[in-house]
């Protein structure tokens, strides 16, 4: 709650990169974001680290693109059809937006009891 409350700021755990993953990664086995490990044991291919001064720095994979927008291993000896598919964005850290206010809800539903306690009001005679 509280982490929606103020915005946090991620940094990843061993003070390298936290890796975001781009539609052509895909989605993981379990269902949520897939990993570069994963990746690289699911499709075969191997990611390179691209460092862009300016903005995120990328994983990218040599391949070829499928149907689906997704890099896969190509079969082609000449290297007719292959692209540089960027994978992954690789950032220091994430900031969060704020989600809620919640000091501004409660100061709003502070000021709200008195008038619905008089709205409320039975007389017992």
């Given at each position: 709650m509280g982490a929606h409350?103020?915005?946090?700021?991620i940094r990843s755990k061993d003070g390298f990169w936290l890796?975001?993953?781009l539609p052509a990664a895909g989605k993981s086995l379990r269902g949520g974001r897939?990993?570069?490990g994963e990746w690289e044991r699911r499709r075969g291919l191997r990611l390179r680290f691209v460092y862009r001064r300016t903005g995120p720095s990328l994983l990218v994979a040599e391949g070829r693109l499928n149907t689906k927008g997704q890099a896969v291993v190509s079969r082609s000896k000449t290297g007719r059809g292959k692209v540089t598919a960027p994978i992954f964005l690789l950032v220091a850290q994430v900031k969060l937006p704020k989600r809620?206010?919640?000091a501004r809800d409660a100061e709003r539903a502070h000021e709200a009891v008195p008038g619905l306690i008089v709205a409320n009001w039975v007389e017992g005679r």
């Open positions: 409350d103020t915005g946090p700021l890796a975001i993953p897939i990993k570069p809620l206010d919640l």
